[in-house]
């Protein structure tokens, strides 16, 4: 883990040995920081291993009594489970269908001139800074409207979700593909076209294997942003399709909360996307290099 | 340079090879008709996911359309500019609210996105030079970033709880500096509250753009800097700061986008009606739309809120990209 953390950034600045002052201030600095960051996190841990009375009277930094309780009770307390699978499906299903798609309208953008190409990446571009909110009404009603006029579901179920969720993770992934596509030589394809590939043969045989990292940033980007969607899921979903975003409050009754469920559940939830994250940082960060840095 | 590149990759039919004239009439076809097949299914996407309910939207605003006329908007009566007249009447309650609202999210998007960019900043700069552990601390400090929202703001609600919380745990009861355990999701600290979560979750991306950016300034600088006898201070004043600016404009503009259209954290944090103190913008359109069903009110806000954003994000790029010219010449 260790390496392939340090690679992209091995690099050392100055040949000279940094001052005292400069050491104490990124000491103390770094310190601070690692606390700040870290308590949360602490918190999420320790609290998901009390038992029930631990979290419900004072804070206590120690448990009183290790107990893996709560990871037994999550799944039965809510349909975490089931949560999890709408969860799995929808952020997955709108990760492959905005990238796929994103693949071939890059390729179009970053290779071709055509008319009307200025307008189509501003309003890729535009729709990335537009509030959620301002999607999510009209799209209500209009799953509202579809549904009465010709009986397709598509408010509540997944597939609608998954359609609300290309509204972020589509123009994002063009944009990103964009600018990865771009650092990928022209003379590559240029010479598949050449040696007789076709267009989609130099774009498959060429330009994606060269775009692989970024592809990967891009779609682990993706499910990432869709995992982590509260808005759309809390409007959009019902009983039967509802996602850990909204499934997680089922830990709070009128009565009782659960904290330390909330806890062992939210830790369940993030593991996978975490450690997905870390293991790919590498190429997330050129990607976002590509995108941003330019 | 492009044009001339893009032509001379499509019209790929190779020399002497036969039926030459067929081939490249297929190849002209092509080359006017294949971007726009590439394009096709996003074209179509963008049309359904972004256009239309644009449309709609912009259609709904002005129309007066309240729970009765939700199951069919169509038929809600057209209200003018009234939805429009409501939400800038700023004496009036509705008006009064949003107003308040803008302001609150304007104050806590600048604090917020300050706060992101000098920690991440700081951070990057401090862990430009390796160092033992670095691997492991940059690891960690991305851990809040791939936190999905809800559980992170989610534990951060379990620290804020009033009776069995961390904070007041040790602001209260082992540091002694309040009086009384305080209530963090409540009246005016909802505010600290927020800004603490919005810049604990924020920070590592300034982090990781700044660390990136840092590595496109060429080692030769620092190294006749070091020659002229400037200290590591003055080299982080004279050449890294300097260097990071056009990273900081792209960098600035996303998180001010990202905070100030933030919905997640707020809704997390505060649930479906956030104190007066927090009330974010998101949150106040969702409350307006869903709590109170007057979409045609919430969707005029919305509106409003748009070209707010596209204002805001026309001037800033005038602003730095003329900073850019001149900076050039």
Known sequence: MSRSVKSPFAMSRSPMAPPRSFLWSRRIFLTLLTGFVLVPVYVMVSSSLKPLADVTGK????????????????????????YFVNSLIVAGAATVCSVVIAVFAAYAVSRYHFRGKRVFTVTVLSTQMFPGILFLLPLFLLYVNIGNATGIALFGSRGGLILTYLTFSLPFSIWMLIGYFDSVPRDLDEAALVDGCGPLG?????????????????????????????????????????????GLQGYST???VYWNQIMAASLVVSVPVVAGFLLLQRYLVAGLTAGAVK | MTTAMAESAVGGSPPGAPARDTRRRTGRIRRIGLPYLLLLPALLLELLVHL????????????ELTQFYIRDWGTAPWSGLDNYKV????????????????????????????????????????????????GLLRALFLVPYALPVYAAVITWVFMFQHDNGLVNHVLHDQLGLTDKPSFWLLGDNSF??????????GWPFAFLIVMAGLQNIPKELYEAAALDGAGMWQQIRRITLPSLRPVNQVLILVLFLWTFNDFNTPYVLFGKTAPEAADLISVHIYQASFVTWNFGAGSAMSVLLLLFLLVVTGVYLVLTSRGRRTADV
């Not at chain 1, 206590?60 to 990871?71: A, K, M, Q, V």
């Not at chain 1, 990292?213 to 969607?229: D, H, L, S």
């Not at chain 2, 308040?100 to 992101?116: A, E, I, W």
């Not at chain 2, 600290?192 to 979750?201: C, I, M």
Request: aromatic share 12%.
């Open chain 2, 52 to 63: 239309v309910p644009m449309a709609t939207g912009i259609v709904m605003s002005f129309k």
């Open chain 2, 192 to 201: 600290v509250a927020l800004l603490t979560v919005s810049v604990w979750k």
């Open chain 1, 202 to 246: 130099a774009l498959f045989r060429v330009v994606v294997p060269a775009a692989i990292p970024g592809i990967v940033a891009v779609a682990v980007y993706a499910f990432m942003t869709a995992w982590g969607e509260v808005l759309f899921a809390s409007v959009m979903t019902n009983d039967t399709t509802r996602t850990l975003a909204v």
């Open chain 2, 87 to 134: 939400s800038v009447d700023f004496s009036a309650p509705v008006g009064q609210a949003l107003l308040h609202s803008f302001l609150v999210t304007v104050g806590f998007t600048l604090l917020s996105v300050g706060l992101c960019w000098l920690i991440g900043t700081a951070a990057a700069v401090f862990m430009q030079d390796t160092f033992r552990g670095r």
């Open chain 1, 254 to 256: 009128l009565t009782d």
């Open chain 1, 59 to 82: 804070f206590r930094w120690l448990p009183s009594g290790l107990t893996i309780r709560p990871y037994i009770d999550i799944w039965s307390t809510v349909p975490l489970a089931k």
